[in-house]
């Protein structure tokens, strides 16, 4: 069975920046499609960031295209989140999931394609 656990969130100032870690556990990390998406209250879960199994490829929301970048260490099963130029309206609970079951070789940006969910993290950023 897979397990997702996020790390790296906290509570920072406009402009600063954060890293979010995602530590899989499993032997295949490698083969797992991953992402991240963020739920703030009262709103639906949105996609933030998407990487493929070599990490080769990524891809972003609009929101998070030029500040945000998404990489992973297939050796540590770890995929990262460093987010930059933090504003208030990225305050969420930011998540990772795992597609392990597709064949696709590009990651979803839709909550329902991904198989696994971690718990977690929050991400407060204050004016």
């Known amino acids: 069975q897979v397990q997702l656990v996020e790390s790296g969130g906290g509570l920072v100032q406009t402009g600063n920046s954060l890293r979010l870690s995602c530590v899989a556990s499993g032997r295949t990390f490698s083969t797992y499609l991953m992402a991240w998406f963020r739920q703030a209250p009262g709103k639906e879960r949105e996609f933030v960031a998407a990487i493929t199994r070599s990490g080769g490829t990524t891809n972003y929301a609009d929101s998070a295209k030029g500040r945000f970048a998404v990489s992973r260490d297939n050796a540590k099963n770890t995929v990262y989140l460093q987010m930059n130029s933090l504003k208030p309206e990225d305050t969420a609970v930011y998540y990772c999931?795992?597609?392990?079951?597709?064949?696709?070789?590009?990651?979803?940006?839709?909550?329902?394609?991904?198989?696994?969910w971690g718990q977690g993290t929050q991400v407060t950023v204050s004016l």
């Open positions: 999931a795992a597609d392990f079951r597709s064949r696709n070789l590009y990651p979803s940006n839709r909550p329902s394609d991904y198989d696994c």
